[in-house]
């Protein structure tokens, strides 16, 4: 797996080797998924993270959170190259959702930490 990088506004990086390979490209993969909000690309309206549509703004509790890891998990499981979810956990405070997710892939297993916002996504190998 070949990504081209983001840098730290999340915009392509253009010169020479500036592509991540295997277990960081497939991180970025699930970075830009996660950041993808559903209707918001034109090629494919279909696809996207529900973020206004089911997760922000829509009153629940415990059967929230429930909801809220199963839309990010599956959106994780359905990139390529993610195998299975070894284990999930997340928490709620103070309005805030943060996950820590262990991951198998085709490239060996990788721990994401997603914040309430899924604006930093800090992968650990």
């Known amino acids: 797996m ?3 990088q983001l840098d730290k506004n999340g915009d392509y ?3 020479v080797n500036n592509f991540l390979l295997n277990k960081e490209a497939l991180a970025q993969a699930i970075y830009t998924r996660l950041k993808l909000l559903y209707n918001e690309w034109w090629e494919n309206t279909e696809d996207g993270l529900p973020l206004f549509e089911s997760i922000l703004g829509v009153y629940g ?3 929230k959170k429930q909801a809220v890891d ?3 998990s599956t959106r994780i499981l359905e990139t390529t190259g993610v ?3 070894k284990s999930y956990s997340s928490i709620v405070k103070d309005r805030k ?3 820590i997710c262990i ?3 085709v490239f060996g297993e990788l721990e994401l930490t997603i914040d309430n916002n899924i604006s930093g996504i800090e992968v650990i190998f």
């Open 2 to 4: 070949k990504y081209r």
């Open 13 to 15: 990086t253009f010169g």
């Open 61 to 63: 509790g415990k059967d």
């Open 70 to 72: 199963l839309i990010i």
């Open 83 to 85: 195998k299975e979810l």
């Open 97 to 99: 959702y943060n996950a």
């Open 103 to 105: 991951i198998d892939s």
